[in-house]
């Protein structure tokens, strides 16, 4: 079975790679495909999966190439994780929103929508490609904007697309754990969209174990999102908000943390990884060394800006274990080629899962996964409070996809505009400015 990697010159990869090693049954990926428009980059992650696979019996093949139609030829599975722009892409995002005093985070606001006007037309024309290409191939996709991705993907590919993070996963593992359940053996109640979701009940056994979390302080202020939110908070809402909820409900104090910062964190990554992609350049150089470093100190700087607003201190180690995406890409890939069926929670059309939301629009829930696909389950609706947050930024969602298709700049405007982290139309037209001055990836916004 043929797995391409989009993105293959990108960190992250070889944590996709070290789980194909992990896996030996019959129909497993025999081999990887890395497309990658730097070559450089290219070449440093070859050598770190070289050095992953060495000495490991029926290690998948490794090639690497720049040429998107060849990587996608003869595809089974492709895995998506590109960055239009670059990591100096990001760093510009957040700096250019913060100068008007609104976040731009990665995915978040403002950050997020120009990352996304970056990275939408890309995407449409890969999946043109893979549509016409790899017709039969299943697409995982984990770029960001996950969930606005996938959706502008879906109207190309389908229910043959879908979009996966590690954030619910993390959350549900922590939660679980404290709670003293098996994560593989809890039902996770989780609904949203893409980095905008609540874990309203863990399930075990038949019976929801999560009111006990809110009777027990010490329980509840054990683990990363206790700390953040705080104990207080979290009772209110009677639910664990997804992480990236704490740009929503502490936005000043996250906004006025990453101000006063030295560096934002698209600009530590953006060195951190200059360094390392430096390092790896020197043939001698232990390349699977470097990346375990690196790593190691990425994940635990994670969100580093909230965990300061919130005066809540570095991450505790048994926090620092990822949601594992990469886990999730291998199970999502198994239950397809497989009939392996598992429950994962993915970013799916919607259908007719969450009433306030029409059939297409991308949402994050758990899902069945099977050789058909993946399958949203059926939830309980949205309290009103999240009603108001999930259609609020899927409306910035579709403004910013139809902005792309388009490429009109007033639609560009508004979707800034609409966002609830946004909260003047003269700071939305600003950033478009801005955001046009500083990417050629956007000069398709006409005035």
Known sequence: MKLTILGGGG???????????????????SHVTLHDLDAGRLSAIARVLGEQGAGVPDAP?????TDLDEALR?????????????????????????????????????????????????????????AELAPDAWVINFTNPAGMVTEAMSRILGDRVVGICDSP???G????????????????????????GWL????????????????????????????????????????????YLHYYYFNREAVRAYREAERTRGAFLLEQQAGFYEETAEPDAPALAAWHRTLAEREATYMAHNREAAGVG????EDLESGGYEKVALALMRAIARNERATLILNVRNRHTLSVLDADAVIEVPCFVDAAGA????????????????????????EVLAAAESGSRATAVKAFALHPLVDSVTVARRLVEGYTAEHAGLAYLRR
């Open 314 to 317: 570095e991450r505790d180690e």
């Open 200 to 243: 309203r009940g863990l399930r075990v056994g038949g019976h929801d174990v999560l009111p006990r979390l809110f009777e027990d302080d010490r329980l509840l202020g054990s683990f990363e999102e206790g700390r953040l939110f705080g104990t207080e908070w979290l009772r209110s809402l009677g639910a664990v908000p997804n992480e």
């Open 74 to 130: 003869g595809a089974d599975f492709v895995f998506s994780a590109i960055r239009v722009g670059g990591l100096e892409g990001r760093a510009a995002d957040e700096r250019i929103a913060l100068a008007e005093g609104v976040l731009g985070q990665e995915t978040v606001g403002a950050g997020g929508i120009a990352y996304g006007l970056r990275t939408l037309p890309v995407v449409t024309h890969i999946a043109g490609r893979i």
């Open 11 to 29: 960190f992250r990869v070889p944590l996709v790679y070290g789980a194909l090693l992990g896996d030996h049954a019959e129909g497993r990926v």
């Open 375 to 398: 399958h949203p389950v059926s939830v309980d609706p949205l309290p009103y409070h999240a009603v108001g947050l999930v259609t609020a930024v899927k409306a910035v969602e579709r």
């Open 173 to 196: 593992r922590r939660v679980a754990r404290v709670l003293g359940a098996a994560p593989g053996e809890a039902w996770i109640d989780y609904v949203g969209l893409n980095h905008l």
């Open 169 to 171: 996963v993390g959350l």
């Open 61 to 65: 093949v490794v090639t690497a190439t």
